[in-house]
């Protein structure tokens, strides 16, 4: 019988509407002097979610831009803590998403290597081990010890998506990045990505097209405003989906039609 490999607790996680300007300990200075005392506004990018995940399971997760699907799955990754409920996971996870976020442009891509690997929370010996792989599969041998800055946007993606699938996970979150790099590249970072979902025990899938979700998933969830509204079938999840999507296009924009 599979166990559960990744369980959700009524998770809430909250973010401020607004950018942030000062530091924590200049805002902690400012309210002590009564000024910019007022509570930050916030919005609940998640609320109350709820999910249970099993070994074995390929969950899709569908929605709109903003729903909170990016949310979900770095709570999972340990990215994010929940504000209120209880987030665990069993196994080590590989989280695919926003590649290359924490590269140095003044530093080698070598060297990008072992900062990029840290951000995983991968230890350095194992970088070691893994590095002239991680080389060889990006196809940027010649250019590896120039600085970053100096590559193209196409080049820090194919180094940022080497570095994360370098490492077998146990449970593998992929966000909308299934493909990076010129064609060749594509073709490969495709094959990769379909090797770790073979070899991890649990997948959580974040996309849009849905006839992915329909052909590789087992599970799916609709998210909507932060909430889990509907868990089932992929063929029962994006047909909601696409039913909702569908009445949204229907509806005119405000104003339409009056003279």
């Known amino acids: ?35 910019g005392s007022r509570r930050e506004p916030m919005f609940t990018a998640l609320h109350e979610v709820s999910l249970e995940v099993k070994e074995g399971d390929v969950l899709g997760l569908v929605g709109r831009n903003g729903a909170g699907k990016s949310t979900l799955l770095r709570v999972i990754a340990g990215v994010y803590r929940p504000d209120r409920g209880v987030a665990r996971r069993s196994g080590r996870v590989c989280l695919l998403a926003g590649l290359g976020v924490g590269f140095i442009g003044n530093l080698s891509g070598r060297e990008n290597i072992y900062l990029y690997g840290a951000i995983l929370g991968h230890r ?3 970088l070691d081990k893994l590095r002239d792989s991680i080389i060889e599969f990006s196809g940027i041998e ?29 449970i593998l979150l992929i966000d909308e990045v299934l493909a990076v790099g010129d064609a060749d590249f594509r073709e490969r970072s495709t094959a990769r990505i379909k090797e770790m979902m073979n070899e991890a025990g649990t997948v959580l899938i974040a996309s849009h097209s849905l006839g992915l ?13 932060g909430h889990i509204v509907v868990s089932g079938t992929p063929d029962e999840v994006c047909t909601t989906y696409m039913g909702q999507e569908k009445k949204l296009k229907s509806v005119p924009a405000a104003g339409a039609g009056s003279r």
Not at 144 to 170: C, H, N, W
Not at 213 to 225: F, G, H, M, T, Y
């Open 213 to 225: 979700i329909q052909e590789i998933c087992n599970r799916a969830i609709l998210v909507e405003k």
């Open 124 to 126: 350095r010996q194992l």
């Open 142 to 170: 010649e250019f590896i010890d120039q600085p970053l800055r100096t590559y193209s946007s196409g080049m820090k993606a194919r180094l940022g998506f080497s570095v994360a699938a370098a490492v077998r996970p146990e």
């Open 1 to 35: 019988m599979s166990h559960t490999t990744i369980h959700l607790e009524g998770v809430s996680i909250d973010f401020p509407r607004t950018k942030v300007t000062v530091g924590t300990i200049e805002r902690s200075l400012l309210r002590m002097i009564g000024v």
